[in-house]
């Protein structure tokens, strides 16, 4: 019996808010995440990584946001996630935290933070929840990370897992590469999504994984799976936000549907900006103090 679903098992009925959609006047918990798994209520999460584009994804009524160390690569510039810093990770969750109201804010535990062991995982993740405000802490790694888990939930730390294609292993992948695929590596995933539950999360990502195993896993486990690349039966999907807003350049993987065009958007309105200047027709009179 996970920690989650004993909790779960002992509330008192109550009438439930949806998560995308519902009236909340305080933030979601994982309560509320507990409570969606229980009613079957599918829902979404995106990732920024600070104050300003945070806030307009809470004003949409986006349930969960992740500040997740994808920032190395569409916000900070790095080629991989593996460069960036817990440091890094404070200064952009904690400006996540305050331009949102409503949002449970999972932070990212970057490479480097938690592998070393419990007490340097308590460590860091003491540190994003004490200096950021966010609500949960997310890190990659299944049975290996286990242990990790359980000392930062004994903690009072919720903990989001993150299984599959872990991009902070992509050297040890040789690549960005679909996991999972074959007998022997399903029954992997399913052990470690069995271990990450075990240990008390309350949900895990599931990257790049074949739709039936992902399925499986999410009819196994009594905590929410969060897909990416792991098809439709998730309990909930989470993109990286540069992705589906159609800012991020060149090819996307195959699992990333663009919901607008805001590279070519902003390309244009820079290119606007630019001419008028040249021109002379801004700044106009209505611009100018007298």
């Known amino acids: 019996m996970t920690r989650i679903s004993h909790a779960r098992r002992q509330e008192p009925a109550e009438r439930r808010t949806s998560l995308y959609g519902g009236e909340f006047s305080r933030r979601i918990t994982v309560r509320d995440i507990a409570a969606a798994k229980e009613s079957g209520e599918k829902w979404p999460m995106l990732t920024a990584y600070d104050a300003m584009t945070a806030s307009v994804f809470d004003q949409a009524g986006i349930p969960v946001i992740l500040v997740g160390d994808t920032m190395g690569a569409c916000h900070l510039g790095y080629d991989s996630t593996v460069p960036v810093t817990l440091e890094e990770i404070l200064v952009l969750s904690a400006a996540v935290v305050r331009g949102t109201e409503r949002a449970l804010i999972v932070g990212d535990l970057p490479f480097g933070t ?18 950021t405000g966010v609500g949960a802490v997310k890190l990659e790694g299944g049975e290996r990370s286990a242990r990790q888990i359980d000392i930062m939930v004994s903690a009072g730390i919720p903990i989001m897992g993150h299984l599959g294609l872990t991009p902070q292993s992509v050297n040890a992948f040789g690549g960005y590469r679909v996991q999972g ?9 399913v052990r470690d999504a069995r271990a990450v539950q075990d240990a008390g999360a309350f949900a895990v990502v599931l ?4 739709e039936e195993v992902a399925t499986e896993i999410t009819a196994a486990l009594d905590i929410p799976t969060v897909g990416i690349g792991a098809g439709p ?13 159609g800012l991020t350049p060149g090819r996307l993987p195959r699992f990333v549907k663009k919901y607008s065009g805001l590279r070519d958007t902003l390309d244009e309105a820079a290119r606007t ?7 002379g027709a801004f700044p106009a009179a209505e611009h100018a103090y007298h």
């Open 273 to 279: 900006f630019a001419e008028e200047v040249v021109s």
């Open 233 to 245: 039966n998730c309990d909930a999907q989470v993109l990286v936000w540069t992705d589906a807003m």
């Open 207 to 210: 990257e790049a994984v074949p």
């Open 114 to 131: 938690y592998q070393a062991g419990p007490e340097q995982a308590l460590r860091s993740a003491t540190r994003l929840v004490k200096e």
């Open 181 to 189: 695929r074959g007998e022997a590596a399903a029954r992997r995933l």
